[in-house]
């Protein structure tokens, strides 16, 4: 277990490796479902299990608990504009290098294996790809929609740190109007056209419900947070329940992502509050996460790339199984080969001190260590 879990630095600030958890937590609950569908797509093996399928819910949980981090980090540079391109530069350097790294070896795989994705049909298709600009469907690498996302919350993150209200009045605008698309579109059944189903998605609400967490996590009294864990938990289980039912594109991750808030907000606040401690394992998965997050279907692939080229069958248990292993194997493996020597190496050409972990979901460090946007 760890022994410092939660602990306190000459600013007071609080070191939560609970949030770390959730990052590990979110990441595995997407290999799990990628699995399935991966399995059928390239070894032609069918399963369906209801849990596995819901966990693309990691996904919701990831957004909610961006939101909670960056506003943690965060929330007192707004209206401090001389730190708006610290803070950009930042979350460009933590996004797109093991992305650009990965994306090229998924490319790589496609040209040798000559399945090209189709969207990407010429010079255009690819910059889009590599900058992450968002597509109307799945973008060639289909995790990167998230990432998409994500950078457009970190812009008008951007904007409030630079102009202060003006910021705020523009990412509240944002979000209201998320609202008005949302509600349009579960009163009427009808899907919004692109570019506004990606800039008015209930996605994006997600964030904000991150946001609404780090104010109640730190105002709820040790039996509160251990209620809102337990109340969370359950409408997180609930909502799985009841996945294939739920409407995806309007109310399922509002759902989830309710159920994540909840979740983040107790979770923390127990933390803050009783020092908790978590297995230093469980901790490096999550510093692990946006790794396994971006790998796990490459090395899925090559996994089920290696079973058709030696004839094995192994069954559909068997398979499943030995692609989830794969795909969190290769999390961690480019994790420690790729992602943290990149960071290493951008850091000293930038002469800045590399950050201790990888991951945002550390708020807080001693001070010797690096600044916590150091981390995603």
């Known amino acids: 277990m760890s022994t410092a879990a939660t602990s ?23 290999v799990l479902c990628h699995a399935p569908l991966l399995m059928s797509e390239h070894l032609g093996v069918q399963m369906w299990n209801p849990i596995l399928a819901a966990g693309h819910s990691g996904v919701e949980f990831f957004f909610v608990l961006s939101g909670f981090i960056m506003f943690v980090v965060h929330g007192r540079d707004i209206g401090q504009p001389e730190r708006a391109r610290r803070f950009m530069s930042k979350r460009i350097i933590r996004i797109y290098p093991l992305f650009w ?47 998409s996302h994500e950078l457009l919350f970190y812009l008008l993150l951007s904007v409030c740190i630079l102009a202060g209200g003006i910021g705020i009045a523009l990412m509240g605008a944002w979000w209201l109007a998320c609202l008005a698309a949302l509600a349009y579109a579960s009163i009427d059944q009808m899907s919004v056209a692109f570019p506004q189903s990606f800039l008015l998605s209930p996605y994006n609400l997600l964030f904000l419900l991150g946001i609404a967490a780090t104010f109640i996590h730190t105002t709820i009294s040790t039996s509160q947070a251990a209620i809102l864990l337990i109340t969370g938990l359950a409408g997180f289980m609930l909502t799985i329940a009841h ?15 309710l159920a994540s808030a909840a979740i983040v907000a107790g979770l923390a606040g127990l ?32 996994c089920a790339m290696i079973l058709t080229a030696g004839h094995l069958q192994l069954g559909a248990v068997a398979t499943v199984s030995l692609l989830i292993v794969a795909g969190t194997v290769g999390g961690m493996i480019t994790h420690l080969l790729i992602e943290r020597p990149l960071l290493r190496f951008i850091h000293h050409k930038r002469q800045q001190p590399p950050p201790l972990t990888t991951n945002d979901a550390t708020v807080i460090v001693s001070p010797s260590a690096s600044q916590p946007e150091d981390r995603i």
Not at 10 to 25: H, I, K, P, T
Not at 280 to 298: C, E, K, N, Q
């Open 8 to 30: 306190r630095n000459a600013g007071g600030r609080v070191n939560l490796e609970s949030l770390q958890v959730g990052r590990a937590f979110a990441a595995q609950y997407v």
């Open 271 to 302: 933390e803050r509050r009783t020092g908790i401690g978590f297995p230093r394992w469980l901790v490096f998965l999550g510093d692990a996460s946006y790794s396994t997050y971006l790998a796990h279907s490459i090395a899925m692939i090559a």
């Open 243 to 257: 996945d294939a039912t739920l409407p995806e594109k309007t109310l399922r991750p509002i759902y989830y992502g």
């Open 101 to 147: 790294v990965l994306f090229s070896i998924f490319l790589l795989g496609q040209i040798i294996t000559g399945r090209i994705d189709p969207h990407l049909d010429g010079p255009m298709a690819y910059l889009r790809a590599y900058t992450l600009a968002p597509f109307a469907t799945d973008p060639p690498m289909r995790v990167a929609w998230t990432l």
